[in-house]
């Protein structure tokens, strides 16, 4: 069973404060995705990560990718209240029909 | 832009009763899924389909559990006699194809066994 461990839990940062949220595994993903999802509705996708090494940016926000594909994380900078949400990893490994493995989430708080 | 759509938004029934979720998956997608989220746990994969036929399937999609594309546009989870653990919320995505490409969720149906 492919477990993907999300860290921290809980951030609860200042406005204009940077962060990483953590996103590992001890198996090898074909491809790692990165979600927000708001309080009654589903995970809404930020970004799709599939090669080793890979870096995206939106706008403020950075998502890499590990160079061994087990790990990825999520950047913001200079947050902002509208960053508040729960921000999900889920990937999905070679063998799978598109069956996504999500991490448990980090629940971001920034305080204007 | 395209979206999945789910209804209805929360579903309230009692246990032993069967019940439907409904999705429309977005419409050039070719691959669709069930995910729960049973509250305070993480997202867990309940199933996939492709041309008609369940491609995979988790260790909680057992017998009560069946999915079903009735028609071109509808995606339907069926659960036939709901247990009071079934009580989550339920998504529904799409997505293109499989391999390494975003699946795009809906909104979700709240289901809640009395």
């Known amino acids: 069973t492919q477990l993907l461990e999300q860290s921290p839990q809980f951030l609860s940062i200042q406005e204009g404060e940077n962060l990483t949220v953590y996103c590992n595994s001890s198996?090898?993903?074909?491809?790692l995705q990165w979600y927000r999802q708001e309080p009654g509705e589903g995970p809404v996708l930020l970004v799709t990560v599939v090669t080793g090494g890979e870096v995206k940016k939106l706008k403020r926000l950075t998502f890499q990718f590990g160079d061994a594909r087990k790990d990825s994380s999520l950047h913001i900078t200079a947050a902002q209240p509208g960053d508040t949400g729960l921000y999900l990893c889920a990937a999905s490994g070679g063998t799978s029909y598109g069956k996504l493995t999500f991490g448990q989430g980090t629940i971001l708080t920034v305080h204007p | 832009e395209p979206e999945v759509t789910q209804t209805p938004s929360h579903q309230v029934t009692q246990m032993g009763q069967e019940v439907i979720l409904r999705c429309v998956p977005i419409?050039?997608?070719?691959?669709f899924y069930w995910y729960r989220q049973i509250l305070g746990q993480k997202v867990e994969f309940l199933v996939s389909f492709y041309n008609n036929e369940i491609s995979e399937k988790s260790e909680i999609f057992d017998d009560q559990f069946s999915v079903e594309r009735p028609d071109g546009s509808n995606f339907t989870l069926k659960i036939r006699s709901t247990k009071l653990e079934d009580s989550a919320m339920y998504f529904c995505a799409s997505s293109v194809t499989h391999s390494n490409q975003p699946q795009h969720f809906g909104d979700g149906t709240r289901l809640s066994i009395l």
């Open positions: 419409s050039n997608h070719l691959y």
């Open positions: 198996s090898v993903f074909s491809s």
